[in-house]
């Protein structure tokens, strides 16, 4: 890695006008204390407002120690529901649905990803987030609920381009983005034919990206998910269930990559070297810290000029952005000149 290179870990509040958010309960959430101070779901849930957005997830409320309205989290079906009545009572939109065998999103965590982002880009905008379709986003395998197009484009107005090996969840976006007018215009689907690509097929020559994004398929094997499947539902029934329930369900080509998710970011790696100037910011969730390691040592033989290592968490749960860029600093200032985007007050 070039002398150059720096590492730096890690962000106010953006609404935009056309959704705004709901007014805040008086309680905080106490089980996600962590969540970026932008995100809409930082507080405690609002059961009734959900259960009056979406009737269907009544069935799944119960009352928790406290007396308080909670959901039943030991249940894929209630667990979908919650998400979905998030994005239409939090985000604004019309219709948000996907089929059960595709993963289900939790909608605070993927929020988190994009507002850190959001933070990452401020950094060579005067200080202020970029706001617009000037910005643009590559959301690496968008999946079949395009989570992080929604929260990017309803937050900031960007632009994004979701790629994804299959057809079927890109069929699954399409039908959600025809649903919502606030989505249509500014979310371009693309098929990745390739499996073992990353950008190859998806980005022109001529395409420039102000960053990309990516939730890697994190199991090595169908066995692997199944006892990952496992160990959740143990954590969060305290049972030990004989057959598992894919909650979180998820699709073989979502959860699983031959040699997991350190092998497909090793990948991503290799491959955005052709990319460096294509990609302002490259970017990727890693789900265990003890993958960093593994993962620095990749960034050393691809010499990024900087690094960052973002965590992230909620509740119970520990994650972290890995970011690098290629841009020296002479070229980031012509990136930002010739992007020329408006900024946010934030």
């Known amino acids: 890695m070039s002398s150059a290179t720096r590492y730096n870990a890690g962000a106010l509040c953006f609404r935009p006008s056309c959704v705004p958010c709901p007014v805040p309960p008086a309680k905080p959430k106490k089980d996600s204390p962590r969540l970026h ?37 030991a249940q894929p079906e209630a667990v979908k529901l919650l998400n979905r009545a998030l994005i239409l009572h939090n985000y604004g939109l019309e219709a948000w649905d996907f089929p059960d065998k595709n993963l289900c999103p939790p909608v605070p965590g993927r929020a988190d990803y994009v507002h850190y982002m959001a933070d990452v880009l401020r950094e060579n905008h005067y200080g202020q987030i970029p706001e617009g379709p000037q910005v643009t986003c590559l959301d690496i395998g968008v999946g079949a609920s395009a989570i992080y197009p929604i929260v990017g484009i309803v937050e900031y107005g960007w632009s994004f381009i979701g790629s994804d090996v299959s057809e079927e969840s890109l069929a699954s976006v399409e039908v959600i983005m025809a649903a919502n007018p606030m989505l249509q215009g500014k979310l371009d689907v693309r098929h990745q034919t390739d499996g073992t690509r990353i950008f190859r097929g998806i980005l022109e020559p001529t395409t420039r990206v102000d960053f990309s994004m990516c939730n890697p398929p994190f199991h090595a094997s169908a066995e692997d998910a199944i006892q990952g499947t496992l160990r959740k539902t143990r ?13 979180f369900s998820g699709i073989a080509k979502e959860l699983i990559f031959e040699g997991g998710e350190v092998k497909f970011i090793q990948t ?11 990609v302002f910011w490259f970017s990727t969730l890693v789900s265990k810290q003890s993958h960093l ?44 000149e010739h992007k020329a985007a408006p900024a946010s007050k934030s």
Do not use: C
């Open 37 to 73: 101070p932008r995100n809409r779901n930082r507080n405690r849930y609002e059961v009734p407002a959900l259960v009056a957005r979406l009737p269907e997830l009544a069935a799944f409320v119960k009352k928790s120690k406290s007396g308080d309205d909670t959901i039943d989290f």
């Open 235 to 247: 954590n969060l029934t305290g049972e030990r269930p004989q057959s598992p329930m894919l909650n």
């Open 268 to 278: 991503m790696m290799r491959e955005s070297r052709t990319y460096a100037k294509n």
């Open 293 to 336: 390691k593994a993962l620095y040592h990749e960034l050393k033989t691809i010499k990024p000029e900087e690094i960052k290592t973002i965590p992230m968490g909620t509740g119970n749960k520990s994650t972290r952005i890995l970011a690098w860029t290629f841009l020296s600093k002479e070229e980031r200032k012509e990136w930002r």
